[in-house]
């Protein structure tokens, strides 16, 4: 097992300039859907639209950045006839303002700036709540103050997609922000997030403390990732 880096930050940790952010962004949004990155979580999102009827469905993407994520469910529920509601949670302020003119054209989606440990929602108020490559920019205070806002935010079910961490998606990631990355922050940012990341016995006793107890872990080794899925 490698052990998790703890102390080394990411770009994306700290101030960026626009353009740099924009870059990176970019990347890490064309990685996850060639990958399949978006795919995990849209899987999840589209098995539970069918449970809610007569209303809006209604998603709340912590730490969704520019709205990358909240765009492709406003585009999926509008090709099935489905009225979305789609809440896009960021602390960033930056991030969020880049995704303006994308998210624009999708009045089903609103953006708000908040932390993922105190997030800004009622409970129980949302249908699915959602959390992609987040968790291992926090450290395990915060992973279970999220976790728990998380759980309380959703009346339906809680994604978490994140890297999972091991030396061989170390490799898949180096090699991919390499070949396929276009922004330094990239190149240096993947691989490190992948060792950042949290192993699934440490998602699981994260996710104790922040008293959850019914939920599944999800390992998608071909993709790199680990998903948390609850209840």
């Known amino acids: 097992m490698m052990r998790r ?75 099935v006839g489905r009225r979305a509601f789609i809440v896009v949670v960021d602390r960033d302020a930056t991030s969020l303002g880049l995704g303006a003119s994308a998210c624009a054209a999708y009045g089903e989606i609103v953006r708000v700036r908040a932390d993922a440990s105190a997030l800004p929602i009622r409970a129980a108020s949302a249908d699915v709540v959602t959390s992609s490559l987040v968790l291992h920019h926090l450290g395990p205070d915060a992973v279970v103050a999220s976790l728990a806002e998380m759980a309380a935010a959703s009346r339906g079910v809680a994604i978490v997609n994140d890297l999972l961490r091991a030396w061989w998606s170390w490799t898949l990631v180096w090699l991919a922000t390499r070949l396929l990355a276009r922004h330094r922050f990239s190149r240096h940012d993947g691989p490190l997030s992948v060792r950042r990341a949290y192993a699934p016995h440490e998602l699981r006793a994260l996710a104790d403390k922040a008293g959850l107890t019914t939920l599944r872990i999800l390992p998608r080794r071909m993709r790199a990732r680990v998903l948390v899925v609850w209840p």
């Not at 795919?39 to 912590?62: W, Y």
């Open 5 to 79: 880096e703890e102390t080394a930050r990411e770009y994306l940790d700290g101030p960026a300039a626009p353009a740099d952010l924009a870059a990176s962004l970019d990347d890490i949004d064309r990685l996850n859907a060639w990958f399949g990155g978006y795919a995990l979580t849209l899987r999840e999102i589209r098995h539970t639209a069918p449970l809610v009827r007569g209303r809006s469905f209604v998603v709340v993407d912590v730490g969704g950045g520019r709205g990358d994520l909240a765009v492709r469910v406003a585009r999926w529920a509008r090709s």
